[in-house]
C-alpha cells in the first residue's frame, strides 16, 4: 500500500469517528423502507426496529429529526389501487397522500409512545422554503419541538402541492431540512445501501464507495437511475442532496434502511454504506437558501458586469444588463446569465421584469427618471446574490 493511499484511508477513518460527534440528525426514511414490496402496507419489523433505533438515539442524547415518505404508498395499500401515473393523476395522488398521511402518522405516535417519546407532524411544501419569513418560522418551530423533547416528523404537504411547488423528492426534502435545522448529519435510508463505482445489480465487479467529497466529480459517473416502484428517488437525487447538504457543511451517509441497527453502527465508526463528507469551505444559511430557490427568470449581463460581480463582489447595476427573460415579481429569484447564456450566479431581483426592462443599459441616476419611483440602485444587491 503506498503512502498516499494509506492516508486516504487513514482520513476515511477519522470522518467516520467523527460521526459519533454529531449531535443533531436527520433522518430521511424512504418509501422503499417502509413498505412491504407485494402490497405496499406497512412492513412493521423494520418500522418497529425503526423507532427501537430512534429511542437508542434520543437516549444518547442526540436531537433526531425525520423525513418520511410512505404516505402515498400506505394510501395505495389501504384502497387497494396501482400506482397512478405522477404526470397524468396529480389528484388521485393527493387523494391518497391524503388517506395515507394520517395512517402514518399514527403509525409513529402509536410506536414512539412505547417508548415514551412524543412526535409532532410537519407538513411542508417547496414554498414554505422559498419565503423568507415562512422559512424562519419553519426553523423556529422545528427549534421549539427539540427543545420540548419532541421528535418532528416532516413529510411534503402532497395532498395540497402541485408540480410548480414540490420538491419533487424526499432525499431533497430531506437536505433542505438538514440545512434548515443546522444539522451535524443527514442521514438518507433506503434500498439504495451505498454508492458503487457501477450498478452492483448488472455489474458483480461494482465497488462500494467507503467515503468520498460530496463535490467529487466522480459521483456523477457512478451515479445511474436507481427509482424503484414505490419511491421517486434515485441515486442521482441523494448526491444532488448530499451536495446542498454539504455547502452548509453537513455530511451524508446513505445506508440500507432495512438494517436500521446499521445507524448506530455507523455512528460508532464501523465501515457502512456510504460517507458523502462536506467540504471545509461552508456557505452562509442565506447563501444556501437563495441557491435553493425556484427561478422565475433570467437576467443577461454584459462581460463588464459578470466580471464585477464574480472577480470583485459587486452588486449588479442597471448598465451592466443586456436582455431580461420572463415575468417575475420584485423580490423573486432570477438567475445571471452571460452572453453565451451561461448562467453564473442567482439572486433576488429588486424591481420586477417590466421595469428592470426599462432600466437596461442606464445608469443608476436614471431609476427615478425613468420608473417614477426609486427602490435601490442595484437590481441584484450582492448580499442578496450567490455565484453559481
Not at 75 to 93: A, H, M, N, Q
Request: net charge negative; with cysteine.
Amino acid at each position: 500500500m503506498d503512502t498516499e493511499q494509506k492516508d486516504m484511508e487513514n482520513a476515511s477513518q477519522q470522518r467516520r469517528q467523527a460521526l459519533a460527534q454529531a449531535r443533531r440528525i436527520v433522518l430521511k426514511i424512504g418509501s422503499a423502507v417502509l413498505t412491504n414490496s407485494e402490497d405496499k402496507s406497512l412492513d412493521r419489523g423494520v418500522f418497529c426496529r425503526l423507532i427501537e433505533m430512534v429511542s437508542k438515539l434520543r437516549r444518547d442524547g442526540r436531537d433526531v429529526i425525520i423525513v418520511t415518505s410512505g404516505a402515498i404508498a400506505l394510501g395505495r395499500s389501504l384502497i387497494g389501487c396501482e400506482r397512478p401515473d405522477r404526470e397524468k393523476s396529480l389528484p388521485t395522488l393527493q387523494a391518497l397522500a391524503a388517506i395515507g398521511q394520517s395512517l402514518l402518522m399514527d403509525y409513529y405516535e402509536r410506536e414512539l409512545q412505547y417508548y415514551g417519546l412524543r412526535c409532532a407532524q410537519l407538513l411542508l411544501t417547496r414554498a414554505d422554503l422559498e419565503d423568507r419569513t415562512r422559512f424562519s418560522n419553519a426553523r423556529r418551530s422545528l427549534e421549539a419541538l427539540l427543545e420540548m423533547n419532541v421528535i418532528p416528523i416532516i413529510n411534503e404537504n402532497d395532498a395540497v402541492t402541485c408540480d410548480q411547488i414540490r420538491f419533487g423528492d424526499n432525499d431533497t426534502l430531506s437536505a433542505r431540512v438538514a440545512v434548515l435545522c443546522r444539522a451535524d448529519l443527514l442521514i438518507i435510508m433506503s434500498d439504495i445501501d451505498a454508492v458503487y463505482t457501477d450498478n452492483p445489480k448488472i455489474n458483480p465487479d461494482a465497488v462500494r464507495i467507503e467515503s468520498i467529497d460530496a463535490f467529487d466529480e466522480r459521483l456523477d459517473e457512478y451515479a445511474g437511475d436507481s427509482s424503484g416502484d414505490v419511491g421517486t428517488g434515485g441515486m442521482i437525487t441523494k448526491i444532488s442532496a448530499s451536495r446542498m447538504a454539504a455547502k452548509m457543511g453537513v455530511s451524508t451517509l446513505i445506508l440500507q434502511g432495512k438494517r436500521p441497527k446499521y445507524v448506530l453502527q455507523a455512528l460508532e465508526g464501523k465501515s457502512l454504506g456510504t460517507l458523502l463528507f462536506a467540504s471545509e469551505h461552508r456557505q452562509t444559511l442565506h447563501k444556501v437558501w437563495l441557491e435553493s430557490l425556484m427561478v422565475k427568470g433570467k437576467i443577461q449581463c454584459d462581460d463588464g458586469a459578470r466580471q464585477a460581480i464574480c472577480m470583485q463582489g459587486r452588486s449588479l447595476l442597471p448598465k451592466g444588463i443586456v436582455d431580461v427573460d420572463g415575468r417575475f415579481a420584485e423580490g423573486e429569484a432570477v438567475e445571471l446569465i452571460d452572453k453565451t447564456g451561461s448562467v453564473f450566479a442567482k439572486g433576488l431581483a429588486l424591481y420586477d421584469a417590466d421595469d428592470i426592462r426599462k432600466l437596461a443599459g442606464h445608469h443608476s441616476s436614471e431609476i427615478e427618471a425613468i420608473l417614477g419611483f426609486h427602490i435601490s440602485d442595484v437590481i441584484v444587491h450582492r448580499d442578496d446574490l450567490v455565484l453559481i
